[in-house]
């Protein structure tokens, strides 16, 4: 079946500090790959996403390459800001059951001045 | 476009009594979607909807109905409302072209059943 797995938060950072999420994933098809952001109090949001294997997703500074033979979309950025805190999800959508979406559990993040 | 709007924002309910929690989405999305959030957790897919007239059981169904009469409203039902379905509920729709597709997702619903 269809999972996601992420690293477990929260994770605190100070600001203009390196962020990697990791994210694996199991598929039983060639699934889109998705994090989306929740700020407090608001739903989730497309972060970004990719759609087949070597891809990579960019939004906002943040980036995530769709690695096949890992099955892995680990989220990074190079210097998170104050304003980045929130919790991210990584995401799958399978084109066999495509009106699905799987998410991970979330990671908070808390970046600190 | 408003995307996806719910209401109401807040609910408590006591256990028992049943609400219908109301989705609204003015992108002409065939897909829609329920989700309930517990807190720490990711989110769970109650029920979903690939277009009007078609609903189909998600992850955590039980003790939620819905309908969808039309494109634009997917409301979900709690009837005899428990404190296990003490959440966050969230609904989503679905669409785009193949650069953009993804779920939209409305602000929540947070819910109490005491």
């Known amino acids: 079946g269809n999972s996601v797995t992420q690293m477990e938060g929260p994770v605190t950072l100070s600001e203009e500090a390196f962020l990697t999420i990791n994210c694996t994933y199991t598929?039983?098809?060639?699934?889109?790959l998705f994090w989306y952001v929740q700020y407090p109090g608001e739903g989730l949001q497309l972060l970004l996403k990719?759609?087949?294997?070597?891809d990579k997703g960019s939004n906002k500074g943040f980036e995530a390459t769709y690695r096949k033979e890992t099955t892995s979309f680990h989220l990074e950025k190079g210097s998170v800001q104050v304003s980045d805190s929130a919790v991210y999800f990584c995401?799958?959508?399978?084109?066999?059951?495509?009106?699905?979406?799987?998410f991970g559990t979330g990671t908070s993040l808390t970046v600190i001045p | 476009n408003a995307g996806v709007t719910q209401t109401p924002k807040f609910r408590i309910l006591k256990i028992g009594q049943s609400m219908t929690l109301q989705c609204t989405q003015d992108?002409?999305?065939?897909?829609m979607y329920w989700y309930r959030q517990d807190p720490g957790m990711g989110l769970k897919l109650i029920y979903y909807?690939?277009?009007?007239?078609?609903?189909d059981k998600g992850e955590v169904p039980n003790g939620y109905n819905v309908s969808r009469s039309t494109t634009e409203d997917f409301p979900l039902r709690l009837e005899l409302a428990a404190p296990s379905q003490t959440s966050v509920y969230f609904c989503?729709?679905?669409?785009?072209?193949?650069?953009?597709?993804?779920?939209?997702f409305g602000p929540g619903t947070r819910l109490t059943v005491l």
């Open positions: 990719a759609t087949k294997a070597d």
């Open positions: 995401a799958l959508s399978d084109e066999y059951t495509g009106n699905q979406f799987y």
């Open positions: 992108m002409n999305h065939n897909y």
């Open positions: 598929a039983t098809g060639y699934p889109s």
């Open positions: 989503a729709s679905r669409g785009g072209d193949s650069r953009t597709d993804t779920q939209y």
């Open positions: 909807s690939v277009g009007a007239g078609i609903t």
